[in-house]
């Protein structure tokens, strides 16, 4: 069983246009992460949730927008996607206790034309 | 300048060397390190989770933690070539959840 699963895959898709990638885990984890890897693999954290509560919101455009519908789920809405947003995006969990160790899922690998 | 330095690599060794992999950071009140490795088109997956200064081995496995020079190194005894991945540092402040990553060294262990 895959403990933190994301879909899609791969998403190719038009500058301009509207996307959303999802994230589940089957860890019973309170904690999510989103986290974006740049194309030279520097990894850096967007967003993060507990318990549905949004905790960390790091300086990304409000274009990027989280939603929490339960804790175990966690997905990710671009608006008017950019050139520069393609990336591989990662979503984690953690048990949410400070300090906790987070695992990642597979990646969502983002490419805007 | 990044919180969390690392030598981008590649680094290429051959099979059975040892391997040492290293991170500087500025934020003193970094107190969890940790050690990731990423396989070609995978998730980061950890390897290693340290509190404050010290060593810790696990297997081939040794992660080491100066925090009075803000310096760590993880070391991987007897190299295998399924060891070839992407290794990322990555740090948290007491009571936090935010992890800062390092840039990652590419490792490739030789035949």
């Known amino acids: 069983d895959t403990a933190v699963s994301q879909t899609p895959k791969y998403l190719v898709t038009q500058m301009g246009n509207d996307k959303s990638i999802k994230c589940e885990q089957n860890l019973g984890h309170d904690t999510m992460y989103w986290y974006k890897q740049d194309s030279k693999k520097f990894l850096k954290i967007m967003f993060s949730?507990?318990?549905?509560?949004?905790?960390i919101n790091e300086t990304v455009p409000n274009r990027f927008s989280p939603k929490s519908p339960d804790k175990a789920h966690l997905n990710l809405h671009i608006n008017s996607l950019e050139l520069g947003d393609s990336a591989v995006y990662f979503c984690a969990s953690s048990s949410g206790g400070a300090s906790e160790t987070q695992y990642f899922g597979p990646g969502t690998r983002l490419l805007v034309l | 300048q990044k919180e969390v330095e690392q030598d981008p690599g590649p680094l290429s060794v051959p099979e059975g060397a040892i391997v040492s992999l290293n991170c500087t950071y500025s934020?003193?009140?970094?107190?969890?390190f940790m050690w990731y490795r990423q396989y070609s088109r995978k998730g980061p997956e950890l390897l290693m989770y340290?509190?404050?200064?010290g060593n810790k081995e696990d297997g081939r496995f040794t992660a080491q933690v100066d925090k009075s020079s803000k310096y760590i190194s993880l070391f991987i005894r007897d190299s295998q070539p399924s060891d070839s991945a992407t290794y990322l540092c990555a740090m948290m402040k007491g009571g936090g959840n935010k992890l800062t990553f390092g840039t990652g060294t590419q490792l490739k262990v030789e035949l």
């Open positions: 949730y507990n318990n549905k509560e949004l905790i």
């Open positions: 340290t509190y404050s200064s």
């Open positions: 934020n003193s009140a970094f107190q969890y």
